[in-house]
Nanobody, 124 residues
Framework: EVQVVESGGGLVQAGGSLRLSCAVSGATLDDGLAIAWFRQGPGRNREGLACMSRSDGTSYVANAVRGRFSISGDNAKNTVYLQMNSLEPEDTAVYLC????????????????WGQGTQVTVSS
């Protein structure tokens, strides 16, 4: 079974950067996995941030964070990253990654294998 584990969260000052990692086990990225990053802030709905798919090579970054966040993958480490720059207090949330095979990011984000999340707190 596919499992994903997030790491890299923490406390950072506004304007700072963090790189979150989503380590995948039970499958390799090149098995056609799609990986997406979401976040859920206090009292807010879950929000999709970025997606990449090895199934068809598609990817996207949500308009709300485009220009500050980027997604990338490392096949050798079987890990997908979310690079976050120019962080703002409004970025404070639990960040989660999710995986699913054979999904195009242009159709819908993956929905099946969720991690537990990593907390990101941005102080002003």
């Amino acid at each position: 079974e596919v499992q994903v584990v997030e790491s890299g969260g923490g406390l950072v000052q506004a304007g700072g950067s963090l790189r979150l990692s989503c380590a995948v086990s039970g499958a390799t990225l090149d098995d056609g996995l799609a990986i997406a990053w979401f976040r859920q802030g206090p009292g807010r709905n879950r929000e999709g941030l970025a997606c990449m798919s090895r199934s068809d090579g598609t990817s996207y970054v949500a308009n709300a964070v485009r220009g500050r966040f980027s997604i990338s993958g490392d096949n050798a480490k079987n890990t997908v990253y979310l690079q976050m720059n120019s962080l703002e207090p409004e970025d404070t949330a639990v960040y989660l990654c999710v995986a699913e095979p054979e999904v195009s990011c242009l159709v819908r984000p993956p929905q099946v294998y969720w991690g537990q999340g990593t907390q990101v707190t941005v102080s002003s």
